[in-house]
């Protein structure tokens, strides 16, 4: 339970997060009931949920508000962000790099335990009077300074998990920087790993101001601070007995100065697990790694410095917004390198359709779709129209669901017979496969054309009461049923998940036959201490498949 | 199962782990109070009127708490010096110095927020406040987190003395590290806040 | 034990003295010059420039920054430049409303 070896640690952190993605998938197939069937009564569930939430089983505006917020808040800090680098990173980095673990086992230890006390108050909250944070995943004053309770305990977790978060950065630059093989130079590193120390870095830099922020809220909820309440407010008729003199705008720019980076937090890692996926199923080097580096890099760099383009409408003046559209324009070249080069790597491959290839093929169009669909979000004209309306939750949900929980998926097939020393079922994980591609695409596709029409976000009745809705309000059923047939597809991965780990056929060291390290050098699953029986030198590049010359095609980097 | 490169520097990068860790942890501090000062500057550019830090706070006693850090900062360092030149009995004198020193600065803190509670100067009464209670009390919960550290490595920990001298001296080297940081932070809360 | 080492450190002993005496003589400088209540302006640059010295003072000898290493160079320009487009933040905020014609 409290072990400091990293591979407990990862599993400890894949379960935990995958718990909690499935939480916050409930939370949503609750939601899309509402947007669905407005004011009607949830057969069977309606009734669990008490008069406080959903009186005679009709959910409450006030408790649809709650599972918005926090819906969004589990799946991208308790879900997608610990899976992909607290679980896969903790897991594979070690071992991709040839160490014996991360260079603070025991602050690894620590950073899990903390993200658990950060979930558990996150979880907590929904119980108490007043119920849950409501005020969106961005919590904006001054709404979430005077909303109920649940908001201190959403601004609490956040300190947690932002702490948890900084912690595991901290181990992950080190380990990569002081942990590698001899012979393991930085372009030899596999492209996983990149993608985690730029993330890394991402994480260290960019958290602290949303804590700084988190702490000046709470300041304002607790000790009665105005800095972010305006002068003069008047809430339900009533002036607002605090000193004023704050700016609401304030919370927005330190939010976002961490959330913009965040959403490269989200998808580099996911990029990371295709490219290995990509070049181990096509027998084929990487196109262009060198250029994929530089780009993340790149990326990564330039992610600090687009922040505003998610508060165009505040106010600002045309020099500023064109400052943050460029910076935005900018910022798409590095993700079309890397996604050209991943499409060109297939080119020429001998491509094997095991089920993470199938899943990382899915990510490359679904990933362009969710790029393409943010241009007219970064342009500040266009925005104009487009902001806060349902387009904007298909394009994050584009990238994130059909693309990052895709790939996600991707390494859980790819690496579960590394953890276990056991293969997955092929054939569930095709209906896994086929079933969330096809039930996805039904949820998100309709979102851009709501949005197009107008169709305004975080509305609990899905947009019935505005007339510009109403030609649209049929796609609300469509994606409500699409997102119950996606929960129902997630039943054979589930099954599979847990089946495999007693029936699934065994496995040697490398199933896959791959070159990186963490298949070549050790068995499946690792050595409980140290990873590897013999200290692994590395002597070429991590994807050395089909070289001309060579008996196998693969050569592992750490053959001689 | 040893970790490399716990006590010796790896050759590339010329670092050992901690060392190298605990810089990484500065950079993320850096942007915690760098986002505080900036949300300072934006309220205050924002104001219509701002008080001078010395209508409001009280100059000579947050002089001398300035005094007070920065000769932590030196005893701190010594203490690490005296265990490169393995003397023991110095590095316990000057670490307990650095402890004496930094809950010199905080029975001072205290004074001042005492003599601003008691004329009812608390955060709430404007921005001002806030964000001098805010900043300069998230400054002495990372003074409090120093002495924690240093007491142990003053008291308990200080036995490692004897069996990874190596490891040790590291160890007390980067927690001078952070503790220097912390009276880095006051050298420009200090003018920001009081003499502007 | 040898002693080229021990004279090493006698002699960033010394290095730590003068820099103790150069920050408390500027820690004076800064409080008086404060007092002659300066314009807005020219309080907050030399407020700030002084307290920029003390710094790098700290940060160079006591924290040996003088003498580190690549990495960690590379990792604090890194910081700084984010640390600027942090202070950006107000400043973009303020420098170009939108205005009502």
């Not at chain 1, 181990?171 to 996983?192: D, H, K, Y």
């Not at chain 1, 079309?336 to 001998?350: I, N, Q, Y």
């Not at chain 2, 060392?19 to 000062?37: D, P």
């Not at chain 2, 406040?129 to 409090?144: K, S």
Request: net charge neutral; proline share 5%.
């Amino acid at each position: 339970m409290f072990s400091t070896d990293h591979k407990v640690i990862g599993v400890q952190y894949g379960i935990t997060s995958l718990i909690f993605l499935f939480f916050g998938f409930c939370l949503m197939m609750l939601m899309r009931w509402q947007l669905a069937y407005p004011g009607e009564a949830i057969p069977f569930l309606g009734t669990l949920f008490g008069p406080d939430r959903m009186p005679d089983g009709v959910m409450l505006p006030e408790f649809y508000n709650q599972l918005g917020a926090m819906h969004g808040t589990i799946m991208v800090f308790l879900g997608v962000v610990p899976l992909a680098v607290g679980a896969f990173g903790n897991y594979v980095v070690p071992l991709q790099i040839g160490a014996p673990d991360m260079a603070f086992p025991k602050l690894n230890m620590t950073s899990y335990w903390v993200y658990f006390l950060g979930g558990v108050v996150m979880l907590v909250s929904f119980w108490i009077p007043g119920g849950a944070a409501n005020s969106g995943w961005t919590s904006y004053a001054p709404l979430s300074v005077i909303a109920t309770t649940g908001q201190t305990l959403w601004l609490f977790g956040m300190v947690l998990l932002i702490t948890s978060s900084l912690l595991g950065s901290i181990n992950f630059i080190v380990t990569i920087f002081q942990l590698r093989a001899e012979g393991l130079s930085f372009m030899r590193l596999p492209f996983f790993v990149w993608a985690q120390l730029v993330t890394s870095f991402l994480l260290l830099l960019a958290f602290p101001p949303l804590e700084a922020a988190g702490v000046l809220q709470l300041m304002d909820r607790l000790a009665g601070t105005s800095f972010f309440m305006p002068s003069g407010l008047v809430v339900s008729g009533v002036p607002l007995d605090v000193s004023g003199g704050g700016s609401p705008l304030l919370w927005q720019h330190l939010f976002w100065f961490l959330a913009h980076p965040e959403v490269y937090v989200l998808i580099l890692p996911a990029m990371g697990i295709v490219a290995e996926v990509i070049a181990n199923n096509s027998r084929k080097p990487l196109w262009g790694y060198k250029s994929m580096v530089y780009a993340i890099i790149f990326l990564g760099f330039m992610s600090f410095i687009v922040w505003a383009h998610h508060m165009f409408l505040t106010g600002m003046g045309t020099a500023i917004s064109t400052f943050f559209q460029t910076t935005t324009m900018i910022i798409s070249i590095p993700s079309v390198v890397v996604l050209t080069a991943l499409f060109l790597s297939l080119w020429g491959g001998s491509i094997r359709f095991t089920t993470p290839m199938l899943f990382a093929l899915a990510f490359l169009p679904m990933f362009g779709i969710g790029g393409l669909t943010g241009l007219p979000l970064g342009f500040n004209i266009t925005d104009i129209a487009l902001h806060d309306t349902y387009y904007v939750i298909g394009h994050f949900h584009y990238v994130v669901a059909p693309g990052t929980l895709m790939a996600l998926f991707a390494g859980v097939y790819y690496w579960y017979p590394k953890v276990t020393g056991r293969k997955m079922s092929d054939k569930l994980g095709k209906i896994h496969f086929w079933g969330s591609f096809i039930a996805l695409n039904f949820v998100f596709m309709p979102m851009f054309v709501q949005g197009l029409a107008g169709v305004s976000r975080r509305l609990y009745d899905g947009g019935q009461q505005y007339a510009h809705a109403h030609g649209v309000l049929y796609l609300n059923e469509v994606m409500s049923i699409a997102a119950w047939a996606l929960g129902l597809a997630q039943i054979p991965f589930i099954i599979n998940f847990f089946l495999s780990f007693k029936k699934g056929s065994k496995v040697n060291d490398n199933p896959w036959e791959a070159t990186t390290l963490e298949w070549a050098a050790t068995t499946s699953p690792p050595l409980a201490h140290g990873n590897f029986a013999h200290v692994p030198r590395v002597y070429r590049g991590p994807y050395e498949y089909s070289v001309p010359g060579q008996a196998k095609d693969f050569s592992p980097q750490n053959s001689q | 199962m040893q970790i490399p490169y716990t006590d010796t520097a790896r050759p590339d990068t010329g670092l050992y782990n901690a060392k190298l860790g605990i810089w990484l942890f500065l950079a993320s501090e850096v942007m915690l109070f760098g986002a505080l000062f900036s949300s300072y500057v934006l309220l205050r550019v924002g104001a219509p009127t701002w008080p001078h830090g010395y209508e409001i706070l009280n100059i000579p006693l947050a002089t001398l708490n300035t005094v007070i850090l920065i000769s932590s900062s030196v005893t701190m360092v010594m203490s690490w010096a005296s265990l490169m030149m393995k003397d023991f009995g110095k590095y316990k004198r000057y670490m307990g110095l650095t402890i004496l020193l930094a809950f010199g600065f905080l029975i001072v803190k205290g004074f001042e927020y005492g003599a601003k509670f008691s004329h009812h100067l608390y955060p709430s009464e404007s921005t001002f406040l806030a964000i001098y209670f805010t900043i300069t009390g998230l400054h002495g919960l990372h003074v409090i987190g120093g002495i924690i550290v240093n007491a142990y490595l003053w008291g308990p920990g200080a036995k490692m003395w004897k069996t990874e001298p190596v490891r040790f001296t590291n160890r007390v080297e980067v927690a001078g590290l952070y503790w220097h940081f912390v009276d880095l932070v006051w050298i420009f809360l200090f003018p920001v806040l009081y003499l502007l | 034990m040898d002693s080229t080492h021990t004279d090493d450190i006698k002699k960033q002993v010394r290095v730590y003295i003068i820099v103790f005496v150069a920050l408390m003589v500027l820690t004076i400088v800064t409080v008086t010059i404060s007092s002659l209540h300066l314009s807005v302006g020219a309080a907050i640059t030399v407020a700030l420039v002084v307290a920029a010295i003390k710094a790098s003072l700290v940060a160079s000898y006591f924290m040996h920054l003088i003498s580190e290493k690549k990495v960690i160079y590379a990792t604090l320009i890194l910081t700084g430049i984010f640390f600027i487009a942090l202070m950006f933040l107000p400043i973009s905020h303020y420098l170009d409303p939108i205005s009502v014609k």
